[in-house]
């Protein structure tokens, strides 16, 4: 890895997390600070309006929202390119913040989460970043850069057009490992996709996954079927 890389990583991705860490620090801050609530008459409306993609907008400085109403209400937050996160927000049946995660990847979390009671108080404050080992989750994605997945510069290659994440990031906390998946990896040849059609139900998919095990604290590529 250059080392001007690695820099650039780090600059991008706290540029990208700053608004959100910011945020959830006036919250634990200031305890006059009005809470972030879900919107139910903006949302019928939307939904309303367009049944398909009414779940679906854009925020003013480009950040992409999908919300879905049910029993506790939900919303999903794309920052504007380049962003690596994808934050998580889930509300009470009254419209108050339930919870508020920050995912790298598909099931990883970054940054602070925050959970909330239902009048709005903070109750409890995690520092997800103080779980993983000498390898940061810059790291990771400098890797992903060095496979030509992604672009850190300009954020191509993290999401897909519907906001979803085109690989998987995991951390094992117990074992320091970090384990990567890219889903489409490379198309099957002829030959691999004979061989599993023998044994399919159904159409399988057309590409065969990488999935790489890197060391937490050294950065080593444990294993990789690429």
Known sequence: MKLKILYLSLFIFV???????KKKEMLTQNKNIMIEKFDFIEYEKRVNNDPINGEFYTKPDGTLVEEINSTNPVRWEIPPKPSFVKVYKEFYPNG???REETYIGKI??????LYYDEKGNITKKVDEDSKFGKIRQKDILVFLEGKKRINIETGEGIFDERGNFMYNIAYNEETNLWYVT???GRPYTAIEMSEIMKNSIGEPSDWKPFEYVINGTTGEIISSDE
């Open 15 to 21: 540029y990208a997390c700053n608004g959100q860490t």
């Open 96 to 98: 108050n913040m339930k």
């Open 108 to 113: 990883t979390k970054t940054g602070i989460s």
């Open 182 to 184: 890219i889903p489409q």
